[in-house]
């Protein structure tokens, strides 16, 4: 990457400046940056103005003394100071043909960087298994998918979790709506808990265990009937969910069960083992976890005063088994309601022994639903949601993906289902992709007419040297760097609006020049270019989750 070797030119050229100005201490860090208005050049740098005040001297002569030392490169055509103490670059086109042949050689691996051996563990949707995941469940499912994405592509062994919560007061109450319906279809009298699961699924899940169990459960034992519904129904519940996951395009290689916690003595060892460190205390009949010396508002009850253990108890024990299985970190995909949670986690990580640092929680605003401008209000003991299914048979996958990505994880998101699903240039998703569509086409047309794609390494590519061009270059030299910065700041969105970017550069590129027709070594240096944007575009679809059509037809003319 050309910031990398122009920031390791910089810290050359800053290491001796300090020393000519008689500084020895320690040096900043250099950043590269691209500046916002492009007359100030291709790149910049403000590593003078951090280091002024360390050598005691104005920024604009430490950035003179830095530039006069940096060393000759064939790349910088020109490094000036500009402003009260930046150094601004020009570089010449020839790092942006470089850019293309490695996009066209590499493909996918373009942006993807050396396995580094260490392992992150990736918890997310862990919707408890009471019904179908519905609209609500939607964007941590592809925020969490992202993530996953985008840390492979960084060089992590990944590991995707599911914790389905088949513990607790929930799950009672889920069980006996599931015996209720599956009582009154056998004509039996029954009701649905007030606080139960009134929703239409509950029906078709007591259908479907009538049909497989036929009236034998019905004469068991109140409490062992009720277990029994209880596990079926939870299977079930658990089917659709992987059902649901798969059309959107998700997997994970782990389900994780709360009961299984409760079930092997994790949570009560994990208990006991806070209180032989000091951290739990019996108060009142009740064990609490001291979460004030770690900075949370009051301390938190681990074990009941009935006995029962708590949700964070087995969050604690969950913890603990993620650990000894040997992950490097961890991270939780949560929504922002749970935003109080992370100070008690992480001090359970640290009371435990843990480094907490290695404890990162994820959160992500909540999704607002429209129809037409219109706010739908959804309930789901009620029963009065639009599952996934449903949005994914309105709207599609790609379309839902791109819209739930496209806006930073702290701002809450507006979707509209008539806007995402709509087939126009107007629709982020559908521009990409029609982007990517459109130069697929080119290429047939190229291939159609006669005009064989010569290799890259045969091809001159000097003659991309118009402004259009050479934005749609920039864009795609950029792409592995940005990939980074994506997995490092857990912000897919980053890439939402650079695909975005770049197929609209292409589109301008292709309104002000043509492809075919111009002369051979021009043509065949704009089919390349082509090559390489349909490449980065499909590169950074599929970091999304999203496909990359090669056909598609605009309703809107």
Request: hydrophobic content about 40%.
């Amino acid at each position: 990457m050309i910031e990398r070797e122009l920031a390791e030119l910089v810290r050359t050229a800053v290491r001796e400046a300090a020393a000519a100005l008689g500084y020895q201490g320690e040096l900043p860090e250099v950043e590269i940056e691209v500046p916002r208005q492009r007359e100030h050049g291709d790149f910049a740098t403000n590593v003078a103005l951090a280091l002024a005040p360390r050598v005691g001297r104005p920024p604009r002569e430490v950035a003179r003394a830095v530039v006069e030392r940096l060393p000759r490169a064939p790349f910088v055509v020109a490094a000036e100071p500009a402003g009260p103490g930046f150094i601004n670059f020009r570089v010449s086109n020839a790092w942006l043909h470089d850019a293309l042949r490695r996009i066209a050689a590499e493909g996918e691996g373009y942006v993807r960087a050396a396995p580094h051996g260490r392992r992150v563990q990736v918890e997310f949707v862990s919707a408890n298994p009471t019904g179908p995941l519905h609209v609500g469940h939607a964007r941590q499912t592809v925020l969490g998918d992202a993530l996953c994405r985008l840390l492979e592509a960084d060089g992590w062994e990944v590991s995707r979790e599911y914790y389905f919560n088949d513990a607790g007061r929930q799950m009672e109450l889920f069980a006996a709506s599931v015996e209720a319906r599956y009582l009154q279809l056998l004509g039996r009298e029954a009701a649905v808990p007030e606080e139960g699961y009134h929703g239409a699924y509950l029906l078709d899940i007591a259908r479907d265990i009538l049909a497989e169990h036929g009236p034998s459960l019905a004469d068991l034992p109140p409490g062992e009937r009720r277990e029994r519904l209880l596990a079926e129904g939870t299977r079930r519940v658990l089917e659709n969910i992987k059902g649901t996951l798969a059309r959107f395009g998700v997997r994970f290689d782990t389900f994780f069960s709360e009961r299984s916690l409760h079930a092997s003595g994790a949570i009560r060892r994990t208990v006991e083992r806070l209180r032989e460190l000091g951290y739990a205390y019996e108060h009142e009949g009740a064990v609490f976890f001291r979460a004030t010396e770690f900075g949370d508002e009051k301390d938190r009850v681990l074990v009941r005063s009935n006995g029962e253990p708590t949700y964070f108890a087995a969050d604690c024990a969950y913890l603990v088994d993620k650990f000894e299985r040997g992950f490097d970190h961890l991270i939780y995909v949560w929504g922002a309601d749970h935003h109080g949670t992370v100070k008690r986690l992480k001090g359970a990580a640290q009371a435990l022994g843990y480094d907490p640092d290695r404890v990162e929680v994820v959160l992500h605003q909540l999704v607002a639903m429209y129809r037409g401008g219109e706010l739908l209000r959804m309930s789901k003991r009620a029963g009065t949601i639009i599952t996934l299914d449903e949005l994914l048979d309105e709207v599609g996958a790609d379309a839902v993906r791109f819209t739930l990505l496209s806006q930073s994880n702290d701002t809450v998101i507006n979707f509209d289902i008539e806007a995402a699903k709509r087939r126009s240039l107007e629709n982020p998703v559908y521009y990409v992709q029609y982007g990517h569509a459109r130069i697929a086409s080119i290429l047939r047309k190229a291939e159609e007419a006669g005009v064989e794609l010569r290799p890259i390494e045969e091809v001159d590519l000097s003659p991309l040297e118009q402004e259009a061009e050479l934005e749609v270059l920039r864009a795609i030299a950029a792409l592995p760097e940005e990939v980074r910065r994506a997995a490092a700041l857990r912000a897919p969105s980053r890439l939402t609006h650079f695909v975005h970017d770049l197929a609209g550069r292409f589109h301008r590129f292709y309104t002000e020049h043509r492809v075919l027709g111009e002369a051979p070594e021009l043509t065949q240096a704009r089919l390349w270019l082509c090559v390489g944007t349909k490449r980065a575009i499909a590169t950074v679809l599929g970091l999304l989750g999203v496909s990359a059509p090669e056909r598609m037809e605009r309703e809107d003319g």
